[in-house]
């Protein structure tokens, strides 16, 4: 009997293990753009053991698609129309802690990819990357290890050591605050204070407060020059 209870034991341990390195890896994918999602998902399922469960638009059905699925992976671009992907990362954490996530998405990497991993996502990637790359992207977060690519490694790298980057208009926007940065790019997609206050459920007095700080940051001499400014940043990821 003992060994026939040991044979059954070891055959269920070989059930289980064998289960668990042949299950799918669960990815939802959360993108404004329903075409691009649908070719990502057809991406995704060219490979073993990958597939796709669920799609979503914005935030609500992204909320509402993690009411349903506990996906292993979610794939998460930062621009969701007027809701900020940053955010959304960090909601679904609250709900699946275990859940990985990718940030896969046209925002220069430079002033996206560490709040991203801050945020709690495990990569980032930009959509202008080959194919090969984003697949990469994809089984490095889903085995647990972190993704940047190597010139984002780079930067952080001499960053840390104290070195500093020049030349480029927009290299100020870094000193600003993941709330300064998302009432920024919302001044640059046309929001007046009322209606950034109202969306982010702010008095007018705070987002007033944070856009003189803002303009302090960048040097903006006028609240007009800072939605110029404001406006061609948005517009780079358009």
């Known amino acids: ?48 053991d990958y597939k796709v469960i669920g799609m979503a638009k914005d935030r609500n059905e992204a909320l509402s698609l993690l009411d349903k699925e506990t996906p292993d992976l979610a794939i998460v671009d930062l621009n969701l129309g007027q809701e900020d992907g940053l955010e959304l990362i960090k909601d679904i ?34 959509k202008a990357e080959a194919e090969t790359q984003v697949i990469n992207a994809i089984k490095t977060v889903t085995n647990g290890e972190i993704y940047l690519s190597d010139e984002e490694k780079k930067r952080i790298k ?12 927009f290299d100020t926007i870094t000193t600003l605050s993941d709330r300064q940065l998302q009432i920024f790019t919302l001044i640059g997609k046309g929001l007046g204070t009322v209606e950034i206050a109202s969306k982010l459920n702010l008095s007018i007095k705070t987002i007033d407060t944070h856009k003189e700080n803002i303009k302090a940051k960048l040097h903006c001499a006028s609240s007009a020059e800072l939605r110029q400014m404001a406006i061609e940043w948005t517009n780079r990821a358009v």
Do not use: W
Request: aromatic share 10%.
């Open 1 to 48: 009997k003992k060994a026939k209870y040991r044979n059954y034991r070891q055959l269920l341990i070989y059930k289980i293990c064998y289960y668990i390195v042949t299950m799918n890896c669960s990815v939802i994918i959360v993108d404004d753009h329903p075409l691009f999602s649908r070719g990502l998902a057809q991406l995704i399922e060219t490979q073993k």
């Open 93 to 126: 954490l609250i709900i699946h802690p275990h859940t990985k996530i990718l940030v896969l998405s046209m925002h220069d990497e430079r002033f996206y990819a560490e709040r991203a991993l801050k945020a709690g996502a495990k990569g980032y990637i930009m």
């Open 158 to 169: 001499e960053l840390s050591r104290g070195s500093s980057e020049t030349g480029n208009k």
